[in-house]
Every structure is written in C-alpha cells, then in structure tokens.
C-alpha cells in the first residue's frame, strides 16, 4: 500500500520558515522523481518544486531564493524547506511522487502565513 503523509503545516508569520516533510511507504523511492504543489482557496493546483530521483532540482519563480526542495533517500522523505514565507504562499500543500505512469500524492498540509 502507497502512503505519501505530509507534516509540517501550521501558522507562521510573513517572513517566518516552515519545513514541510513527505514520508514515502510502499514505494521504491529513491526511484521516484517527488514534487511538491499547492492549492489556494479557489485555484488550482500548481507545482512548486521538484527534485528527481538523481537529485536535480526544478523551483518556480515565485519561490526561487526562498524554498528549497530536498530528499533523503535512506530516510524515503522528502523535504520543502520554506523561508520569507508570504500572505500568497498560503495553500494546502501537497507531496506528489511519480514514475512513468504512476503518480502518487499525500492528503496534504495547510500552510497559513498571516499576520
């Protein structure tokens, strides 16, 4: 049985850190490429980061310099370390793992950035 479980979530304030964690189980998944996406109230789900099984990295422009995508492969976890978080970066965030045609994904964790 896959299981993708985030944690990390909370409330922080703007310019505060968080570091989001994706455990992987069931999987083999130093093979995998994981990604990290997020959904805002009323839009849709968009990548934020992602890292592939030999470790390269993809980041979006809106967290470059910011956030920063890792993995741990003796661990199967994979991290989003996340820094001068702002009100926009509020979202459930979610751990996707894929390769070739399956695709797995974590039920999620709400990040809020609020004053």
């Known amino acids: 049985q896959v299981q993708l479980v985030e944690s990390g979530g909370g409330l922080v304030q703007p310019g505060g850190s968080l570091r989001l964690t994706c455990a992987a189980s069931?999987?083999?998944?130093?093979?995998?490429?994981m990604g990290w996406y997020r959904q805002a109230p009323g839009k849709q789900r968009e990548l934020v980061a992602s890292?592939?099984?030999?470790?390269?990295?993809n980041h979006v422009d809106s967290v470059k310099g910011r956030f920063t995508i890792s993995r741990d492969n003796a661990k199967n976890t994979v991290y989003l370390q996340m820094n001068s978080l702002k009100p926009e970066d509020t979202a459930v965030y979610y751990c996707?793992?894929?390769?070739?045609?399956?695709?797995?994904w974590g039920q999620g964790t709400q990040v809020t950035v609020s004053s």
């Open positions: 069931g999987i083999i998944f130093s093979a995998y490429r």
């Open positions: 890292i592939t099984s030999g470790g390269s990295t």
């Open positions: 996707k793992g894929s390769y070739y045609v399956n695709n797995f």
